[in-house]
């Protein structure tokens, strides 16, 4: 039955990875908003988005809407809700608000007045109430307020979605999980065709596509609020958990050839511990060097690549110019006939490249703007889109179609 409201939270700019990968869920009514997809269904598809969602960070579940005019409503609103079928005394909660134009100024009096409706609650009825945990709580309670209208979410999915449980330790700027997903999601690759990060740090995009390719539910290493609820139907999610087992031992096989690069030994052996922890050792293929020395083991099909961009408008030093184009004769020598997608936050940084750019997709990074450009590799270097061709380098001069 179609009985359940839900939300789930992505990147600005992943709408539509996360809209298609909640259609091939099964969800229905899938509606998109700036940063987020509302959907139906019921109970088992919560925990499925859970599970398998690569490019959400976030799965909440509607509890109730109405109307709320000042504190007093906002109190009896939250009272309303049944809070023990979520938790019990024993257990933790936090409560987070997000607030535009209502009668509260910020967000901590509305999540205050919730936090007491719920702890009023169970005082009432047990007696006691449940501590506050804001490191780990068993149960996340979201207050949306929008001038008069509320709404109120549990969180399903507790720790974000993006912590998938293979990174103990973080490279200095790695790209979220959910993101790379969601980015890899939005490429013509195909999963089976050869794929190179020629600057992979801690190899994000590499081990998302191999989950990707081989039918690996990303959140299979970890846990998931839901399971700690007291209403939870631990027999639905054990099908479903196992479902993805299965699947994920079946799809063992179907890792395509990945290879990384990067010119940093720190980033790749950060690299290598989140390969093993993911259990992909020996899947991936890790070199280290300058990409612009960068011989892949096989002619990769797509690259897919996050270079360093600074801030994002500010003029690029010379060293990251010198890498980027860099980066652009790695493509010219040796990914001839390849489409690759780049990661840019800093448009002066991507004419180094001497690229003709096609699809340009905004999509956010952290607090930086950026694009997710494709190129087709083969077309000749020129001037075009406002872009400059790079700096002649000796593979350039070399070429004789330049
Ligand atoms: C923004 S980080 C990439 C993060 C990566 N996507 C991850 O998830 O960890 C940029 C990476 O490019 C590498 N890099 C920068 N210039 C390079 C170059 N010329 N050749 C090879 N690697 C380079 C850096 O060492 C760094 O690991």
Not at 366 to 383: D, L, N
Request: glycine share 8%; net charge neutral; aromatic share 8%.
């Amino acid at each position: 039955m179609n009985d359940h409201r839900y939300y789930a939270a992505c990147t600005l700019g992943l709408e539509q990875a996360l809209h298609d990968e909640l259609k091939a869920l099964g969800a229905g009514n899938v509606q998109i908003r700036r940063g987020a997809c509302e959907f139906r269904g019921d109970r088992a598809l919560g925990y499925a988005a859970c599970l398998w969602l690569r490019s959400a960070v976030r799965v909440q579940e509607e509890l109730l809407r109405g109307r709320v005019r000042d504190r007093d409503d906002l109190y009896d609103f939250a009272r309303s809700v049944d809070w023990s079928r979520s938790i019990t005394t024993l257990q933790t909660l936090a409560v987070d608000a997000s607030v535009r134009d209502s009668f509260a100024n910020d967000t901590r009096f509305p999540a205050l007045v919730v936090k007491d409706a719920i702890c009023d609650q169970f005082r009432e009825a047990k007696n006691k109430r449940p501590d506050v945990d804001r490191e780990r709580p068993d149960l996340i309670a979201k207050l949306v307020l929008h001038a008069d209208q509320a709404i109120l979410y549990r969180d399903l999915s507790g720790e974000p979605l993006h912590k998938r449980g293979y990174r103990e330790i973080q490279h200095k700027s790695p790209l979220n999980e959910a993101l790379a997903a969601g980015l890899l999601l939005a490429t013509d690759w195909d999963k089976k065709e050869p794929l190179c990060d020629p600057m992979c740090g801690s190899a994000t995009f590499l081990v998302e596509a191999a989950f990707l390719a081989m039918d690996r539910a990303p959140g299979l290493a970890r846990s998931f609020s839901f399971e700690r609820f007291v209403d939870a139907d631990l027999d639905a999610w054990r099908t479903i958990y196992d479902d993805a087992e299965r699947r994920s031992i079946a799809g063992a096989s179907k890792c395509p050839t990945l290879l990384g690069n990067d010119r940093h030994s720190g980033a790749l052996s950060i690299a290598e511990i989140a390969i093993d922890a993911a259990g992909l050792k020996g899947k991936v293929r890790l070199q280290e060097g300058d990409c612009a020395e960068f011989v892949p083991a096989v002619a990769p099909s797509v690259v897919v690549v996050n270079p360093p961009y600074g801030e994002r408008l500010d003029a690029p030093t010379e060293e990251l110019a010198a890498d980027w184009s860099g980066l652009g004769r790695f493509f010219h020598q040796r990914c001839q006939g390849a489409r690759a997608y780049v990661l840019s936050g800093n448009p002066e940084l991507t004419r180094h490249l001497g690229l003709r750019a096609g699809n340009k997709m905004p999509v956010r990074n952290g607090p930086i703007e950026c694009r997710w450009i494709r190129y087709e590799i083969g077309h000749k270097t020129r001037q075009a889109d406002g872009e400059t061709a790079p700096q002649p380098g000796p593979a350039d001069r070399n070429d004789p179609s330049s």
